[in-house]
T-cell receptor, first 112, second 115 residues
Framework: DGGITQSPKYLFRKEGQNVTLSCEQNLNHDAMYWYRQDPGQGLRLIYYSQIVNDFQKGDIAEGYSVSREKKESFPLTVTSAQKNPTAFYLC???????????FGEGSRLTVL | GESVGLHLPTLSVQEGDNSIINCAYSNSASDYFIWYKQESGKGPQFIIDIRSNMDKRQGQRVTVLLNKTVKHLSLQIAATQPGDSAVYFCAARFKSGGSQGNLIFGKGTKLSVKP
């Protein structure tokens, strides 16, 4: 079945460590996105990519990095520079020019 | 900047009643609107969308109404069921600004259905 797969579902990190969240899609979508979700907040855009080897900062990119080496994959690294990394992270993809985003099931990161 | 807001953070309805969830947006240039349902610990799921050249769109048990005059969007759920309990997000796409026309999300309304 086509869809978006995020892993791991739960992740624990010690302060000062970088962690990478995986996002893979087999929908043949050109655009991919990373959102952060905090309790009581809407989804906030971290990074997005519309084509391989290119990506753009979203509204809250500081402390995060991404890569887009393959169309199917858009991993997100939460670096030690992110001061408040504990959150629910959502990956999404879409057809460029189409409004609907298809979301993965999310990854919950907890910093100990 | 652009913003999307919901009128109520929580809504409680009786099973079988109709639910109405409201949303307001700030940018009159927005051309596309979408509603998502998110169950606890899961990713958002598409419910229904509407373009700015329409006022109303219906799906299965759901209707979205768009009032461009007052920049208001609503989601109506008919005969609400326990399985409808979730957080509902509206989002709007703005033609200019806002991360190159990406969706701007509201904060969500948590719908609770009482049996």
């Amino acid at each position: 079945d086509g869809g978006i797969t995020q892993s791991p579902k739960y992740l624990f990190r010690k302060e000062g460590q970088n962690v990478t969240l995986s996002c893979e899609q087999n929908l043949n979508h050109d655009a991919m996105y990373w959102y952060r979700q905090d309790p009581g907040q809407g989804l906030r855009l971290i990074y997005y990519s519309q084509i391989v080897n290119d990506f753009q900062k979203g509204d809250i990119a500081e402390g995060y990095s991404v890569s887009r080496e393959k169309k199917e994959s858009f991993p997100l690294t939460v670096t030690s520079a992110q001061k408040n990394p504990t959150a629910f992270y959502l990956c999404a993809s879409s057809i460029i020019g189409d409004g609907e985003l298809f979301f993965g099931e999310g990854s919950r990161l907890t910093v100990l | 900047g652009e913003s999307v807001g919901l009128h109520l953070p929580t809504l409680s309805v009786q099973e079988g009643d109709n639910s109405i969830i409201n949303c307001a947006y700030s940018n009159s240039a927005s051309d596309y609107f979408i509603w998502y349902k998110q169950e606890s610990g899961k990713g958002p799921q598409f419910i229904i969308d509407i373009r700015s050249n329409m006022d109303k769109r219906q799906g299965q048990r759901v209707t979205v109404l768009l009032n461009k005059t007052v920049k208001h969007l609503s989601l109506q759920i008919a005969a609400t069921q326990p399985g409808d309990s979730a957080v509902y997000f509206c989002a709007a796409r703005f033609k200019s600004g806002g991360s190159q026309g990406n969706l701007i999300f509201g904060k969500g309304t948590k719908l609770s259905v009482k049996p």
